[in-house]
C-alpha cells in the first residue's frame, strides 16, 4: 500500500461507521468499542510501508523470546493481528 493509501482506507473506514446500518460497535460497552477501533487502527496503520522494518524487528524479538510464553500480554496479541493484516 502506498503513505497515501493506508490513512485513506482508515478515513474511509470510520465514514462507512457512521452510518447506523454498519455501525456494528454501536450495541459494545463503550471501553470495548474504543478498544475495537483502536485495534482496527493500527492493523489498517500497519500495512503502510514505513512501519514495515519496525514489525520485522519484532518478529525477530518475539522469535527469539518464542519459549517464554509468547503471545500473552495485549500488545502481542495486537502485533500478531497486525502482521496478519499485511501478509500477502
Do not use: Y
Amino acid at each position: 500500500m502506498s503513505p497515501i493509501t493506508s490513512p485513506l482506507l482508515l478515513v474511509v473506514s470510520w465514514q462507512v461507521l457512521r452510518k447506523a446500518k454498519n455501525n456494528f460497535l454501536t450495541g459494545l460497552p463503550k471501553a470495548v468499542a474504543v478498544e475495537v477501533r483502536r485495534t482496527m487502527t493500527e492493523c489498517i496503520m500497519a500495512t503502510d510501508m514505513a512501519v514495515h522494518f519496525g514489525l520485522i524487528t519484532q518478529t525477530k524479538a518475539l522469535a527469539a523470546d518464542a519459549d517464554k510464553s509468547a503471545f500473552t500480554r495485549p500488545q502481542d496479541k495486537l502485533f500478531l493481528c497486525k502482521m496478519l493484516g499485511t501478509w500477502r
